[in-house]
């Protein structure tokens, strides 16, 4: 009747919802300053290829509507 959806894991146990997070007050120069150490090819795909940050998250973001 709220509309509250509780989930059971199989073994039992009730799986909560995570507290939303604080991304600070400066969310994306903490994010540059905390992986600066990361060089480019550092992340690589599974063919072993180039992996692109930019069109990864296009790729998440597209609208996938039927």
Do not use: K
Not at 38 to 43: C, D, R
């Amino acid at each position: 009747p709220t509309g509250q959806i509780t989930v059971h894991l199989p073994d039992g146990r009730t799986l909560h919802p995570a507290p939303p997070l604080n991304p600070g007050a400066q969310p994306t120069a903490d994010l540059a300053q905390t992986t600066r150490h990361v060089t480019p090819t550092a992340i690589t795909t599974r063919d072993g290829g180039p992996f692109h940050l930019t069109e990864s998250v296009r790729a998440f973001l597209q609208d996938h509507a039927a």
